[in-house]
């Protein structure tokens, strides 16, 4: 039982930050926007979340911190796409690409032998309450309410919903706006279950966030067992690392690879039947 109870908790911990990165993917891409981007506002999060909970020694002011420079990413890449009419590809990997490099440059500089070894942090279950239930609850908004409706018009057809008296591009700028608090809300989680930030601590989450949205069929609630599915197969290989297999003692590469290798498969298998909103990279 004791190592069932450690196999549910190392899923939840490892899968709630892809959930809420899901959803952040989910207000953007449903609205019309592609973005591949989440990575760069999540690891921006981490990084704006440890240096400012340090500096200020707030837990509150560095999860502010964290969130407002995953919104300003996210609002830089509406401008880029909608205003400027960028490839939003092209948009998302160059974000990306500063991010990456920003966040190294500022830890660099920033943090130092003489840091502190944990940041001030809010109890982590608060995240995984927010994790398990914004899902639901961004279902609901969608499938329920004005806004929710014109978030899929726009991102189902931009003209038509221009036809229909819709501002595409306004929508799109909420869709976004809701993008980076979730892509904030992930890093926020990430950092604080490390207690501290390391270069590169989002590992590859964000694009994982995106094969989860696409293996959910763009539904928040799909994307977050999608989610979660991920995280039990992460926990899964952490468990049995250094386990013997018919035998045979495998290297950890060969488990580390397997939550990917899963994921892969999974895309294979059901991305045919997943189907995109007919507006997503639509003008």
């Given at each position: 039982?004791?190592?069932?109870?450690?196999?549910?908790?190392s899923?939840?911990?490892?899968?709630?930050?892809?959930?809420l990165?899901?959803?952040?993917?989910?207000?953007s891409?449903?609205?019309?926007?592609?973005?591949?981007?989440?990575?760069?506002m999540?690891?921006?999060?981490?990084?704006?979340?440890?240096?400012?909970?340090?500096?200020?020694?707030?837990?509150?002011?560095?999860?502010?911190?964290?969130?407002?420079?995953?919104?300003?990413?996210?609002?830089?890449?509406?401008?880029?796409?909608?205003?400027?009419?960028?490839?939003p590809?092209?948009?998302?990997?160059?974000?990306?690409?500063?991010?990456?490099?920003?966040?190294?440059?500022?830890?660099?500089?920033?943090?130092?032998?003489?840091?502190?070894?944990k940041?001030?942090?809010?109890?982590?279950?608060?995240?995984?309450?927010?994790?398990?239930?914004?899902p639901?609850?961004?279902?609901?908004?969608?499938?329920?309410t004005?806004?929710g409706?014109?978030?899929?018009?726009?991102?189902?057809?931009?003209?038509?919903?221009?036809?229909?008296?819709?501002?595409?591009?306004?929508?799109?700028?909420?869709?976004?706006?809701?993008?980076?608090?979730?892509?904030?809300?992930?890093?926020?989680?990430?950092?604080?279950?490390?207690?501290?930030?390391?270069?590169?601590?989002?590992?590859?989450?964000?694009?994982?966030?995106?094969?989860?949205?696409?293996?959910?069929?763009?539904?928040?609630?799909?994307?977050?067992?999608?989610?979660?599915?991920?995280?039990?197969?992460?926990?899964?290989?952490?468990?049995?690392?250094?386990?013997?297999?018919?035998?045979?003692?495998?290297?950890?590469?060969?488990?580390?690879?397997?939550?990917?290798?899963?994921?892969?498969?999974?895309?294979?298998?059901?991305?045919?039947?997943?189907?995109?909103?007919?507006?997503?990279?639509?003008?």
């Amino acid at each position: 039982m004791g190592e069932i109870g450690l196999l549910l908790g190392s899923t939840l911990a490892l899968s709630a930050p892809l959930m809420l990165a899901a959803l952040g993917g989910y207000t953007s891409e449903r609205s019309g926007v592609i973005n591949i981007a989440l990575e760069g506002m999540m690891i921006t999060s981490c990084c704006a979340t440890a240096l400012i909970g340090l500096a200020t020694g707030s837990a509150w002011l560095g999860v502010a911190g964290g969130l407002t420079s995953a919104v300003l990413l996210s609002m830089l890449h509406w401008l880029l796409t909608q205003n400027y009419r960028m490839n939003p590809i092209i948009s998302g990997m160059g974000i990306n690409a500063v991010a990456l490099g920003g966040t190294n440059y500022m830890s660099q500089r920033l943090i130092t032998v003489d840091t502190p070894d944990k940041i001030p942090v809010l109890p982590e279950s608060l995240y995984y309450v927010l994790a398990v239930s914004l899902p639901v609850l961004v279902a609901i908004y969608a499938a329920t309410t004005r806004g929710g409706l014109w978030l899929k018009a726009a991102g189902g057809d931009p003209r038509k919903a221009r036809l229909a008296g819709l501002r595409p591009d306004r929508i799109r700028l909420g869709g976004l706006f809701a993008t980076g608090v979730f892509s904030g809300l992930s890093g926020v989680l990430i950092v604080t279950h490390a207690s501290r930030y390391v270069d590169g601590m989002t590992d590859g989450r964000g694009y994982i966030a995106l094969a989860a949205l696409i293996l959910g069929g763009w539904k928040p609630v799909r994307a977050a067992v999608a989610c979660l599915a991920f995280g039990f197969f992460s926990a899964l290989q952490i468990q049995f690392q250094g386990t013997n297999l018919f035998g045979a003692q495998l290297p950890s590469e060969v488990w580390s690879s397997f939550p990917f290798v899963a994921t892969v498969f999974a895309l294979a298998l059901l991305s045919g039947q997943s189907s995109a909103p007919p507006g997503l990279g639509k003008l």
